[in-house]
């Protein structure tokens, strides 16, 4: 995999941490950096598509005769395991 070299900022008590922790696993802090930056996208990607997932959802919400056929099916299907548990 290709790198590119870059140059951050960052709080100095952040970084004696990461130097603590990259010492401690044995990685180097580039490479800390790169899987803590990783699984903070991987997670808005995550949240992004629930978020479109919900959205898709609200547009696509039942009408209120959906609503009662659901509700009517709910009551229905509690009825036939009533007692089965």
Known sequence: ?????TA???????FKDIERVA???HISR???F?????????RQKKKLLIEQINS???Q??????ERRQMEWMREHQKGLVQGEW
């Open 1 to 5: 995999m290709a790198h590119v070299k």
């Open 8 to 14: 951050i900022s960052i709080d100095v008590g952040i």
């Open 23 to 25: 010492h401690r696993v």
């Open 30 to 32: 580039s490479r800390l």
């Open 34 to 42: 790169e899987i803590a930056v990783r699984d903070w996208l991987k």
């Open 56 to 58: 898709a959802v609200e």
């Open 60 to 65: 696509d919400a039942f009408d209120e005769e």
